[in-house]
């Protein structure tokens, strides 16, 4: 096992699967003189070369749908769209192109991209560019939305994610890219679709991915022994499709469900996580599911604020006590 | 008055020697303008470094000869608007310095109550339309404005600045189509300072000289040394009194370099020191500064006396935003939605 940074692990996972297979190249703005905006494509222009790791203008409708092209063509771009506040504008390549142009050859094309870039808010960025929009994608039918917390996570799932034959959207919060975490030698594939316990307990289940799972990790020991609860952290790490089993598994032992996310809370991935348990797991239900979200604004500049919008410890012991009338 | 170009030459076709027209006190004024933005810039970048800034927060250092000449040829009713490089923009338009430090600082009396920071400053009193943070996207917004000026015969116009970095946008190129054929006065500034974040211009870009784009759409345009303030000032004279006259778009390139890096957290590696030391010798400051006293309108002594009365001024504001309060919680809310 190695100690790798998250933006390490996913060099990694790009580095490995472009020396496998020759089809897979990464573009976008600043990825190949500068590194990449986070760094994450470092030292990967030296690698492969200009041909194959291409830096970009901005311009994210055009060369996101051109990629959205190759691949359907027979290519496998990796492309990088530093945030995803900035890849609203390739939507149209996404949603209208990406997502649709499998069911609607009946099988004739299929789009092998994977969008990746950093989601969430990264610290005083203000409303546009603080932004968790993964319900814009997993809204969709015919996308795949993976969101990673650990970096061996990262590594397994972002090769997964190239190897995958559909769209794969792959969101990394932007304050997770200095996290450093164990990643496995060797080849390292983490299935998509499915989720993982970060941490076994009996008494309530908190589902968070990304960035919350994260802080859930470091806190979840100190927080059961202060609430005198058993904490269960599940991550279902791929946001669509999502992995039902293991969140129903849990919610049998423990009856009692917090939903963690970064994100406007109005139609954001955990309300369809907390329909679907209630649907497919009312009658192990002892409480209704609480979720914590952002505040539902636009995120404020000042420091003093956005520390209120985000979930915070307060808010998440507050819904944990909820769930379990105490 | 003798007219220098000292600072190098590029070839325009605006008529020449509208800042010749200009009275002394306003090119002194000018000049103030000028150094106030730098030592603003400068104290900025050391509050950042304290950690008293936070998030994005991109210095126009070097680039202050085109926000002065700029807002000179604007009447207080007309619209400027921009992207996220705006501190002295915002200055410029008359944005109170301490109203943007307050903010810059997270700050309830900042000039959006904290809610904006660096990259979203707004004054609409003042005739400054921030502040927008996705790369292209205030270009259609402005000619949107431009198109209400119209639309309610104001005879107002809209200016939009924008950088070399942008001008691939799709949006830029709609927005141009739109403004020459629905007829907008709307002058629209591309500043050239050759990099888009750490990408040189000409490496991803066939547009190059940028200004010539807008022979396709039939835009009036031409380019400017952005790094000499009556040079500007000729070139937005003429294209806001175009604009206005005529209800039609002007197209200027702004040619010019930011001394510092794309923002606050880059090294800027991919320029060499010589490179950054040429582009220096251009400095729009003490360009101005010698042409001041060759003309006779000042004296070094008194350029030197008014930088550190402006240095003075600097240091006081960074205190009271020091000392500012912080914005309330209620503030979340507040402004999601007009209230009834
Ligand atoms: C739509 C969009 N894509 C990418 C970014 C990230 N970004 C911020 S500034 C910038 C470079 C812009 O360069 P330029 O337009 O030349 O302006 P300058 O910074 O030189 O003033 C980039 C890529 C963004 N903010 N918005
Ligand atoms: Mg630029």
Known sequence: MAQLLFRDALNQAMSEEMERDSRVYLLGEEVAQYDGAYKVSQGMLARFGEKRVIDTPIAELGFVAVAVGSALAGLRPIIEVMTYN??????????????????????????PIVLRGATGAGGALAAQHSQSLESQYTHIPGLICVSPSTPADAKGLLKSAIRDPNPVIFFEHEALYSAKGEVPDGEHLVPIGKGDIKREGSDVTIIAWSRQMKQLIEHADAWSEELGLDIELVDPRTLRPLDMDLILASVKKTGRVVIVEEGFQFNHVGAEIAYRIQRDGFDLLDAPVERVTNIDVPMPYSPALEKLVLPNADRIKAAIRAVCYK | MKQTSQLGSYAHKFPRGRAAELP???????????????????????????????????????????????????????????????????????????????ELFGKATGCVQGLGGSMHIFDIAKGFWGGWGLVGQQVPTAAGVAFAQKYQSTGDVTMVFFGDGAVHQGAIHETFNLASVWGLPIVFVVENNQYGMGTALSR?????????????????????????????????????????????????????????????????????????????????????AA?????????????????????????????????????????????VLVSP
């Open chain 1, 86 to 111: 900035f890849a609203i504008l390739s939507l149209d390549a996404i949603i209208n192109t990406a997502a649709k142009a499998h069911q609607m050859t009946a099988g004739q094309l299929s789009c």
């Open chain 2, 291 to 335: 042409f001041l006293v060759d003309c006779g309108v000042t004296t070094h002594e008194a350029l030197e006396a008014l930088d550190e009365t402006v240095k003075a001024e600097m240091k006081l504001i960074l205190e009271r935003a020091e000392a500012a309060p912080w914005p309330d919680a209620e503030l979340i809310s507040k402004y």
């Open chain 2, 24 to 102: 002394k006190e306003t090119l002194l004024k000018m000049y103030r303008d000028m150094v106030e933005q730098r030592r603003f810039e400068e104290a900025t970048g050391r509050a950042y470094g304290l950690g008293k800034i936070m998030g994005f927060c991109h210095l126009y250092i070097g680039q202050e000869a085109i926000s002065v000449g700029a807002a000179a040829a604007l009447r207080p009713s007309d619209v400027m608007m921009s992207a996220y490089r705006i501190h002295a923009q915002a200055m410029a338009r008359g944005v109170p310095a301490q109203a943007i430090m307050d």
């Open chain 2, 204 to 288: 991803v870009s066939s547009l190059e000289p940028l200004h010539e784009m807008a022979d396709a759409y039939k835009i009036r345009h031409y380019e400017f040394n952005g790094m000499d303030l009556l040079e500007s000032y000729d070139a937005f004279a003429d294209a806001v009194d175009y604009a206005r006259e005529h209800s039609r778009p002007v197209y200027l390139e702004a040619r010019c370099s930011r001394f510092r890096g794309h923002s606050m957290s880059d090294p800027g590696k991919y320029r060499t020191k010589e490179q950054l030391e040429e582009e220096k010798a251009h400095d729009p400051i003490p360009g101005f």
